[in-house]
T-cell receptor, first 112, second 111 residues
Framework: DGGITQSPKYLFRKEGQNVTLSCEQN?????MYWYRQDPGQGLRLIYY???????QKGDIAEGYSVSREKKESFPLTVTSAQKNPTAFYLC???????????FGQGTRLTVV | DAKTTQPPSMDCAEGRAANLPCNHS???????VYWYRQIHSQGPQYIIH???NNETNEMASLIITEDRKSSTLILPHATLRDTAVYYC????????????FGGGTRLMVKP
């Protein structure tokens, strides 16, 4: 089945450790996005990428890094510089010309 | 992208129509209105979009005012499974630019 997959669903890390969240899509979509969601809040854009080897900062990029070496993959690294990393992280993709964005099921990161 | 304003929460009785409003008074002529919804702890799901004409699909209807400054998403016969946060977004179609979400409306469908 075509879709967008995030893994793992739940992730626990110790404070001060970097952690990488996976996002893979087999929809042949050009654009990919990372969002953060805190309890009771809307989605805030972290990074987005329109094509391979190119990405732009969103509204809350500090403490995060991304790469886009392959069209189907857009991993997000939460670094130790992120002050409050515990959150629900969502990845999305969309075709360059299409209007509809497809979302993964999210990764819930807890830093202890 | 134009800013949108939605009520933070709404209730609806099961089986009745749910009408979710969205104000987008600064929308420009080439910006579309999109609706997504997010069921608890899942990724958002696309519902419908439109430019200026009313639209209908198997999930919902979208009514856009003639001046395009506001719109209403209608779920004709709400079920308990429609309980979710509904997001209204306005943006230019196409192009992989930023896709920005606001706070949305938390719809609670009650038996």
């Amino acid at each position: 089945d075509g879709g967008i997959t995030q893994s793992p669903k739940y992730l626990f890390r110790k404070e001060g450790q970097n952690v990488t969240l996976s996002c893979e899509q087999n929809l042949n979509h050009d654009a990919m996005y990372w969002y953060r969601q805190d309890p009771g809040q809307g989605l805030r854009l972290i990074y987005y990428s329109q094509i391979v080897n190119d990405f732009q900062k969103g509204d809350i990029a500090e403490g995060y890094s991304v790469s886009r070496e392959k069209k189907e993959s857009f991993p997000l690294t939460v670094t130790s510089a992120q002050k409050n990393p515990t959150a629900f992280y969502l990845c999305a993709s969309r075709d360059r010309e299409n209007t509809e964005a497809f979302f993964g099921q999210g990764t819930r990161l807890t830093v202890v | 992208d134009a800013k949108t304003t939605q009520p933070p929460s709404m209730d609806c009785a099961e089986g009745r129509a749910a009408n979710l409003p969205c104000n987008h008074s600064t929308i420009s002529g080439n910006e579309y209105v999109y609706w997504y919804r997010q069921i608890h702890s899942q990724g958002p799901q696309y519902i419908i979009h439109g430019l200026k004409n009313n639209e209908t699909n198997e999930m919902a209807s979208l009514i856009i005012t003639e001046d395009r400054k506001s719109s209403t998403l209608i779920l004709p016969h709400a079920t308990l499974r429609d309980t979710a946060v509904y997001y209204c977004i306005v943006r230019v179609r196409g192009a992989g630019n930023m896709l920005t979400f606001g706070g949305g409306t938390r719809l609670m469908v009650k038996p």
